[in-house]
């Protein structure tokens, strides 16, 4: 065996991707040097607006931007990504005169912001978070989706009988109100039930809820 064999760093899940975007290259590739070597996929760009033309706002991962560029600045490139419905979490890189500027960029949905200089851990900490707090609401979303498609499945009926459940009506009530027998509503529930795939009433409720809020 050689003993100067060095393993390998870890690799990341491939699907995510960190995008690193200063307009300096110094700065630029310190960053992607280190993230790569432990094992992350990453792209770098000079400015957002080279970011926003080459990636999708669907592409899994997480955003390391500097808030201070010219031509768009990272507040700039947030607003845009905002507009677009990216659910990417942002990471801004900040000097000290700009954490006014990193605070304006949270209340607008950034995750956090790192100042210069920064330790080594703490960005690797960070750019873990980001990407898990990616996956997790891209499963949610994926969830959602999911139950869309089901209550699209749903005949006009099946909502009425559906909406009557959630307002807590019982059977008896909602053949009444419909003016149905007792028995077509039970059926119609059942069939609620299993287009919807709902194991139970709470998990019926917390799917709906789910997808259109709470009333």
Known sequence: MNDDFIPEPEKKPVHQQIF?????????????????SEG????????????????????????????????????????????RNTSMPILFITGHGDVPMAVEAMKKGALEFIQKPFDDQELIDKVD????????????????????DRLEQLTPRENQVLDMILNGM??????????????T??????????????KSLAGLV?????????S
Do not use: W
């Open 20 to 36: 690193i975007i200063d307009d300096d290259e110094a700065v630029r590739d310190s960053i992607a040097l280190l993230l790569k």
């Open 129 to 148: 978070e980001a990407l898990n707090i990616d996956a997790e609401n891209r499963h949610v979303n994926a969830k959602r989706d999911e139950i869309r």
């Open 40 to 83: 992350y996929l990453v792209k770098t760009y000079e400015s957002g607006i080279r970011f926003l033309e080459e990636v999708s706002p669907y592409t899994p991962g997480c955003i390391v931007v500097d808030i201070r560029m010219p031509s768009m600045t990272g507040l700039e490139l947030a607003d845009e990504l905002n507009n």
């Open 185 to 198: 509503v039970e059926i119609h529930r059942a069939r609620v039930m299993e287009k919807m795939e709902a």
């Open 206 to 214: 917390q799917m709906v809820i789910m997808v259109r809020g709470v």
């Open 170 to 183: 019982a059977n008896k009530v909602i053949a009444i109100e419909l003016e149905l027998s007792q028995r």
